[in-house]
């Protein structure tokens, strides 16, 4: 159950990111990746059965993404989510849960 829904979170990252007309650099894929693994294996099983609580970690990494977007876009960055914008959006947001 944790793995499929670290997938999902993962595939919703890059989608969303899609939608803002970004990619993930391979640095900043790979912190979103641990992020997303972390905050899921944070994840009791209760709350991973809990419909309620999976939209909200959604939700959440989709505000993380949408901030990174904002993160590159004030460096007039266009195309690509880097590691600064994720460190810079993750500071921003955090704690915002169950990533940090």
Request: contains cysteine; charged residues 30%; positive net charge.
């Amino acid at each position: 159950m944790k793995e499929q829904f670290k997938k999902r979170l993962i595939l919703l990252a890059n989608v969303r990111a899609t939608q803002l007309n970004f990619t993930f650099t391979p640095f900043a894929s790979d912190d979103l990746k641990t992020l997303v693994n972390n905050g899921v294996d944070r994840m009791s099983q209760f709350e991973l059965k809990d419909e309620s609580k999976k939209a909200l970690a959604e939700l959440n990494l989709f505000r993380l993404v949408e901030a990174m977007a904002g993160e590159a876009r004030k460096r007039n960055i266009n195309e690509t989510l880097d590691y600064k914008s994720f460190s810079d959006a993750r500071m921003s947001l955090c704690p915002l849960w169950p990533f940090c």
